[in-house]
């Protein structure tokens, strides 16, 4: 009976969560970073989703009983930016590779046509 009371007690006096700042710092640089790969005219639904994550995380984080969750949602944040991210940074490479394989093609041209004018 002890033992169950100051197990209690001790539950009750843990502290309160932490308030989620650095949770929140990190998913706005995430966020920034995504936006510079992203762009900001273009259309990204993590990107999207991840400001959404944010604007409520923030709102959370004025309240220490919502502390948990906002830091859940601003690490949430941070994943789906850093998703946008990488998908927008894939995007850009199969453009390049696309442009690549386009002059490769056309110096091979170029060398067909060099060596049939011979």
Do not use: H, W
Not at 34 to 63: F, I, M, N
């Amino acid at each position: 009976m002890l033992l169950s009371a100051a197990v209690l007690l001790s539950a009750c006096a843990s502290p309160p969560p932490e308030k989620p700042d650095d949770a929140l710092s990190k998913a706005q640089y995430a966020i920034t970073q995504a936006e510079q790969t992203v762009g900001r005219e273009s259309q990204s639904v993590p990107l999207y989703e991840a400001k959404q994550r944010l604007d409520k995380a923030r709102r959370l984080a004025t309240e220490p009983k919502s502390y948990l969750e906002a830091r859940r949602l601003a690490e949430e944040a941070t994943l789906d930016a850093r998703l946008a991210q990488t998908q927008a940074e894939a995007k850009q490479a199969q453009a390049q590779k696309a442009d690549l394989q386009k002059s490769l093609e056309t110096l091979r041209e170029e060398i067909q046509q060099g060596g049939a004018g011979r």
